[in-house]
């Protein structure tokens, strides 16, 4: 019997605790306007940029608020816009390794240009 009641004490303070932490938790919102979301400040590039220069010259608020969101933001866009040149890759056909044999070739086709003109 004593088990089934510290069961229960169990219980009952579990149910509290998952009523408490989503009773403090804020409420997740979709809205374009409510600047205390991320969205907000990735969809309103005027306003990021402005935030994020404010926070450059205000190093001590760049922790918390606008600034915090501001940053998190840019620094999602940063990473899609990386990942996007990754995903896209080289069209020009050279990479580090192989400038170095195109700068060859393209000075012994320059060379044998020349060599054509002369008489």
Not at 25 to 40: I, M
Not at 81 to 107: M, R
């Amino acid at each position: 019997m004593k088990g089934f009641s510290f069961i229960g004490i169990l219980a009952v303070v579990a149910i509290i605790a998952y009523s408490a932490k989503s009773y403090f938790q804020p409420p997740v919102s979709h809205d374009p306007n409510d600047r205390t979301t991320v969205e907000y400040w990735v969809a309103h590039t005027g306003d990021r940029t402005a935030m994020i220069s404010f926070c450059g010259e205000h190093p001590d608020k760049q922790g918390a608020g606008d600034c915090a969101l501001a940053i998190q933001a840019q620094t999602e866009i940063d990473a899609q816009s990386s990942s996007a040149n990754s995903t896209h890759g080289n069209t020009t056909g050279v990479d580090q390794g192989s400038s170095g044999a195109n700068d060859q070739l393209q000075a012994q086709q320059d060379s044998n240009t020349l060599d054509q003109g002369s008489p």
